[in-house]
Each structure stands twice: as structure tokens, then as C-alpha cells.
């Protein structure tokens, strides 16, 4: 098992930055992928970054270069650096692991982005 434990969000103005921290615990030896992915209110959960454990990332594309996403060489923490918010941004963010075909999520961190 994987425990995902987020943290960092919170209320910001458009146009701020915020950094989400995720902090893994458990079997953590193996996991492929680190991710965050957000659900705003009425909508489905979507992806918004990832980092692989040999580096890779992969973007959604409404991220438009404002976020960045990095993780710490034991694959233990996942970080997602947030620039330039967006009210569009306001969602719940989790973090995600995959760890031999399965996924283990976080409970979530809400991020408001006020106009």
C-alpha cells in the first residue's frame, strides 16, 4: 500500500503561484508515476501533471508552462509548483501514485483562485 498525503493549498489571487506538496509513505520502492490531478466543482477529475520515475513528465495542455512539476529522487515527495493561477484553476488537487498497475490517490488539497 501507498499513502499520498498532500498539502499547500489554499486561497490566492489570479495571477499568484502556490506550490502543492505530496508526501508518500508505505511501499514506496517501485512506484512508476507521481502525479497531480485535479476536480473543480461539477466536473471530472482530470490529469494535470506527472513525473515517472525515470524523469518523464507529461503535461495537460490548459497548464500552458505555468506549472511545474518535479519529485525527489526516492520517489517519496512530489511537488507541483503553481504560477500565474487562474480562477479557472479553483479545484481540489490530488496527488496520484502508480505503483505495479495500481493507483493510490490522496485525499486532496483545495485550491481557490479569487479574481
Not at 1 to 29: H, K, M, N, P, W
Not at 47 to 69: E, M, N, Q
Request: glycine share 12%.
Amino acid at each position: 500500500q501507498v499513502q499520498l498525503v498532500e498539502s499547500g493549498g489554499g486561497l490566492v489571487q489570479a495571477g499568484g503561484s502556490l506550490r502543492l506538496s505530496c508526501a508518500a509513505s508505505g511501499s514506496i520502492a517501485s512506484i512508476n508515476e507521481l502525479g497531480w490531478y485535479r476536480q473543480a466543482p461539477g466536473k471530472q477529475r482530470e490529469l494535470v501533471a506527472v513525473i515517472t520515475s525515470g524523469g518523464g513528465t507529461k503535461y495537460a495542455d490548459f497548464v500552458k508552462g505555468r506549472f511545474t512539476i518535479s519529485r525527489d529522487n526516492a520517489m517519496s515527495a512530489v511537488y507541483l509548483q503553481m504560477n500565474s493561477l487562474e480562477p479557472e484553476d479553483t479545484a481540489v488537487f490530488y496527488c496520484h501514485a502508480e505503483r505495479f498497475a495500481r493507483d493510490y490517490w490522496g485525499k486532496g488539497t483545495l485550491v481557490t483562485v479569487s479574481s
